[in-house]
């Protein structure tokens, strides 16, 4: 694995077979120890006379005691090019429906709601009144008893009234 | 993938919570960092603690890391950030953003303004690792030498590397491995990571 680590951090390696190593990389301590130390050898050919060996263990020590850190994933990056791409897509989609839709004319029913329409000239049955006006009376009077006038303090201040309905019988 | 794609994969891995991931970046850049600071703080102890603490900032704040920069940017800015707030805290002035910014932070290279960086306890085994390297790679052939310093020093890629070595890129690999691999095997036993102790 040595090479292929010498690879990555050279960024040698494609996406895809850098993406498995980093993953290894990071559960096996071997090759941690040896991307350690290959980063080592480079920063001292550069002239990084520094060395602690104390620092990053302290700090994996300190950071397996914090929290672990779960952000968001982010969603792939889309470059300016490819948003304004989809940006013109979109306006060009809306701009096809509405010409579509002017082009097919207005909206006629179509088969299913023509079975059911009834032939001109048919009595169309009306339902039934739902209340007699003897209902009406008694629901009139027995209205202060109803459950929505329950409220504490809400039935003294209402005051029933009924009004015939035009031309009843009295 | 080139060196940010590869921070910014371990980036991602930490954020899903592998902690592990994080420690790969500390060791990559644990020894910029600290030479980075080390322009602000003169004591070794203190640069050792104010690098850990930026660290561990950078670690806090990882889910705030949208890759808008690359991951060193951002973490040098903590560092400086970090390396301020330590010299406030002491009464002691700290640095002006004119005096150091990130532009800066990314191409810092100051080998020589760096000597007593290192701790006395540390400043013998650092010497040691210098002094290894240099004698390794003075003993190396030619052709592995040379492939290990264009890449290393230079920053070339394996493709420039082929055309000055007139070799095929395989080649410029392998000898760049071999390099790195001949200078590993002399510094495991100084560092106590021998492959034979390897468990």
Redo the contacts between chains.
């Keep these: 694995m040595t090479v292929e680590i010498s690879e990555l951090m050279d960024g040698e390696l494609d996406a895809a077979a850098a993406e498995t190593l980093v993953a290894r990389i990071s559960r096996d301590p071997i090759p941690r120890e040896d991307w350690a130390l290959y980063h080592l050898i480079g920063d001292t050919l550069r002239g990084a006379a520094y060395y602690s060996p104390a620092l990053a263990p302290e700090v994996s020590s300190r950071i397996a005691r914090e929290p672990a850190v779960l952000a968001p994933r982010r969603g792939p990056r889309v470059s300016k090019a490819a948003r304004w791409g989809l940006s013109a897509a979109a306006s060009l989609a809306a701009v096809a429906v509405v010409a579509w839709m002017g082009l097919r004319g207005p909206l006629e029913p179509g088969p299913a709601q023509m079975a059911t329409l009834a032939p001109a000239g048919t009595p169309v049955p009306q339902p039934a009144p739902a209340m007699t006006s003897a209902v009406n009376d008694y629901l009139v009077a027995h209205q202060e008893y109803s459950p929505r006038f329950a409220m504490q303090g809400l039935a003294p201040a209402v005051q029933t009234v009924a009004f015939p309905a035009e031309g009843a019988a009295r | 993938?080139?060196?940010r794609?590869?921070d910014q994969?371990?980036v991602?891995?930490?954020?899903?919570?592998?902690?592990?991931?994080?420690?790969?970046l500390?060791?990559?850049y644990?020894?910029?960092l600290?030479?980075l600071l080390s322009r602000f703080i003169r004591d070794p102890a203190e640069i050792?603690d104010v690098?850990?603490e930026a660290?561990?900032k950078a670690?806090?704040a990882?889910?705030s890391?949208?890759?808008d920069s690359a991951f060193y940017t951002w973490l040098y800015r903590i560092g400086i950030n970090t390396a301020k707030n330590y010299l406030v805290s002491l009464g002691r002035r700290a640095p002006t953003s004119t005096e150091f910014n990130s532009e800066e932070a990314e191409t810092f290279?100051d080998?020589e303004h760096?000597?007593d960086?290192?701790?006395p306890e540390?400043e013998l085994?650092?010497?040691q690792?210098?002094q290894t390297?240099n004698d390794t790679?003075g003993s190396l052939p030619e052709e592995l030498r040379s492939a290990?310093?264009l890449?290393?020093?230079e920053g070339l890629?394996?493709e420039d590397i082929a055309s000055i070595m007139n070799c095929p890129i395989g080649t410029v690999?392998?000898r760049?491995?071999r390099a790195?691999?001949a200078?590993?095997e002399r510094?495991?036993p100084l560092?106590g990571?021998s492959k034979d102790k390897?468990?």
Excluded at chain 2, 13 to 22: E, L, P, S, V
């Design positions: 993938m080139g060196d794609e590869i994969a371990l991602d891995r930490a954020q899903r919570g592998d902690k592990q991931a994080f420690d790969l500390v060791s990559k644990q020894r910029k600290a030479r050792e690098t850990q660290f561990i670690y806090r990882l889910p890391f949208r890759g290279e080998a760096l000597r960086v290192n701790t540390n085994m650092s010497r690792i210098a390297v790679l290990i310093t890449r290393e020093i890629s394996y690999r392998s760049i491995f790195r691999e200078i590993a510094l495991r560092l990571t390897r468990w």
